[in-house]
């Protein structure tokens, strides 16, 4: 069983940044894929970001087009963190955002349906 908690989220001035962290336990954090996922009010929940685990210890990393430049997905294997830096942020990144881990190897890594365990969510707020 993996348990995630988000933190870092709140309420900014667009053009402004935020960085979202996701503690998670377990004992094999460096094989697990860590994504990023967002769900803006009405809309369905959307791929932001993921570090990969591509075997041993390689990753990628993917950022959606949306965010691309602007944020950053990071990890940290000694601390079991996994940190999205967002930099200029804008009115439509308004969400609900929502860490995720896979211990599966393969499939999709933008599919919600890859990610097997989810934390809670964290409020982000972007005025303008």
């Known amino acids: 069983q993996v348990q995630l908690v988000e933190s870092g989220g709140g309420l900014v001035q667009a053009g402004g940044s935020l960085r979202l962290s996701c503690a998670a336990s377990?004992?094999?954090?460096?094989?697990?894929?860590m994504g990023w996922f967002r769900q803006a009010p009405g809309k369905e929940r959307e791929f932001v970001a993921a570090s990969i685990w591509k075997g041993s210890s390689s990753y990628y990393t993917q950022h959606a087009d949306s965010v691309k430049g602007r944020f950053t997905i990071s990890r940290d294997n000694a601390k079991n963190t996994a940190d999205l830096q967002m930099n200029s942020l804008k009115p439509e990144d308004t969400a609900v955002y929502y860490c995720a881990a896979s211990t599966y190897v393969g499939g999709s890594f933008y599919s919600q349906l890859r990610y097997n365990y989810w934390g809670q969510g964290t409020q982000v707020t972007i005025s303008s």
């Open positions: 377990g004992r094999t954090f460096s094989s697990y894929t």
